[in-house]
């Protein structure tokens, strides 16, 4: 069964910073984009990051640009999500996505995603 699971949530305060992880397992996911996601609680969910399937052509959001990093590692079948300098606004749960297609165009602009995983909290304290 093909499924992603999101690791590294947890409750820091704000200034700290977490690694998010996403295993893949029962699929490959070195030819797809991936991305990360949140949704904070009454609000929709919203893109993060992006990363094409080479690894090479990041994209983020502007709330977090310049304190998030995403990478990968194909050769584990996992997407990573580097978080520093995190804001109580960061709060929210983390979900990571792999995309139909390989570039990171193909995430951003797709209205669906291939799996999604179950999602990890963040929380972050003032």
């Known amino acids: 069964q093909a499924q992603l699971v999101e690791s590294g949530g947890g409750l820091v305060q704000a200034g700290d910073s977490l690694r998010l992880s996403c295993k893949a397992s029962?699929?490959?996911?070195?030819?797809?984009?991936m991305g990360w996601f949140r949704q904070a609680p009454g609000k929709e969910r919203e893109f993060v990051a992006a990363?094409?399937?080479?690894?090479?052509?990041?994209y983020y959001t502007d709330s977090v640009q310049g304190r998030f990093t995403i990478s990968r590692d194909n050769a584990q079948n996992t997407l990573y999500l580097q978080m520093n300098s995190l804001k109580p606004a960061d709060t929210a749960v983390y979900y990571c996505?792999?995309?139909?297609?390989?570039?990171?165009?193909?995430?951003?602009?797709?209205?669906?995603?291939?799996?999604w995983g179950q999602g990890t909290q963040v929380t972050v304290s003032s």
């Open positions: 996505a792999c995309a139909r297609g390989s570039s990171t165009t193909d995430l951003v602009q797709a209205r669906e995603m291939a799996y």
């Open positions: 990363i094409n399937w080479a690894g090479t052509a990041p």
């Open positions: 029962g699929l490959s996911v070195s030819n797809h984009a």
